[in-house]
């Protein structure tokens, strides 16, 4: 069984710019989870997908947003990229929604300069 | 909003010792979760403890779940040198459409061969 993949592994960006980050979860996972992981602040809930629908966002501005498609693979877009945008990016899928394991991806690491 | 504190942030230890971290937070859980973090990877899931006072084994380790559902610990014996990464627990609020983990910032735990 395939794992959580994510797409691309590594992104440098200039202030300013955009962003598209992709995901796509284990086979048959409805839930998908986006967390920005920087330099010694631990996993910060982004967003949360499922079936379709944004089901939850955490503390974030609204220029950090996304969508899932039919297929459950999801997207993060990020507009007018900040230097302390720079992190790595997690995706993670669960079976369904609510409290079950999450799996995560190997991430995409965002620099911006 | 909720808040889940994890100590120590560090800890180093001798192969063979014991360690332990802990996890608290500002309110009660329905649940928490516990993920390891290898350097260089991602999280993966480790486990999940649901009722009050639970404790959970795996081997070397032991999960604990607070009689308020306010705290948690994990606890290894004999550490490994296969121990080494970042240990994080999870805590949400229950299911629903407000669901989100809140992760703790992390234990990273080194071994002295």
């Known amino acids: 069984e395939a794992g959580v993949t994510q797409s691309p592994t590594h992104l440098i960006k200039t202030r300013g710019q955009q962003v598209t980050l992709r995901c796509s979860p284990i086979?048959?996972?409805?839930?998908v989870y986006w967390y920005q992981q920087a330099l010694g602040l631990g996993l910060q809930f982004l967003l949360w997908?499922?079936?379709?629908?944004?089901?939850n966002r955490g503390n974030f501005p609204p220029r950090f947003s996304g969508r899932q498609f039919p297929n459950y693979s999801s997207e993060l877009n990020v507009n007018a990229l900040e230097l302390e945008d720079s992190a790595l990016y997690l995706c993670?899928?669960?079976?369904?929604?609510?409290?079950?394991?999450?799996?995560f991806g190997p991430g995409t690491r965002l620099t911006v300069t | 909003g909720q808040q889940v504190m994890q100590i120590p942030q560090y800890q180093h230890v001798q192969e063979g010792e014991d360690f332990t971290t802990y996890c608290n937070s500002s309110?009660?859980?329905?649940?928490i979760q516990w993920y390891k973090q290898r350097p260089g990877g991602h999280p993966v899931f480790l486990i999940q403890?649901?009722?009050?006072?639970e404790v959970k084994k795996q081997k070397r380790l032991t999960f604990q779940f607070g009689e308020a559902k306010k705290n948690s610990s994990l606890h290894i014996t004999a550490t490994q040198t296969t121990d080494v990464g970042t240990y994080f627990c999870?805590?949400?609020?229950?299911?629903?459409?407000?669901?989100?983990?809140?992760f703790g910032k992390g234990t990273l735990l080194t071994v002295n061969p």
């Open positions: 993670a899928s669960s079976q369904e929604r609510g409290p079950y394991e999450q799996y």
């Open positions: 086979s048959g996972h409805t839930s």
């Open positions: 997908y499922d079936e379709g629908e944004e089901r």
């Open positions: 309110t009660t859980l329905s649940n």
């Open positions: 403890l649901v009722k009050s006072g």
């Open positions: 999870a805590g949400s609020l229950g299911g629903g459409s407000n669901y989100k983990l809140t």
